[in-house]
């Protein structure tokens, strides 16, 4: 972390992570019941 662009890159990083995480967690929940549907 020794610039301010450096410091952003890793909060950003971060917040992808965190963001793809989420997703991932909400498409196993939600993709079953779709395609149940669909059925």
């Known amino acids: 972390m020794r610039t301010s662009s450096d410091a952003h ?3 950003l ?3 992808v992570q965190c963001v ?3 997703y991932e967690n909400v498409r196993r929940v939600w ?3 779709e ?5």
């Open 9 to 11: 890159a890793y909060l």
């Open 13 to 15: 990083r971060e917040s």
């Open 20 to 22: 793809y995480l989420l």
């Open 31 to 33: 993709l079953p019941r």
């Open 35 to 39: 395609s149940v549907q669909r059925v």
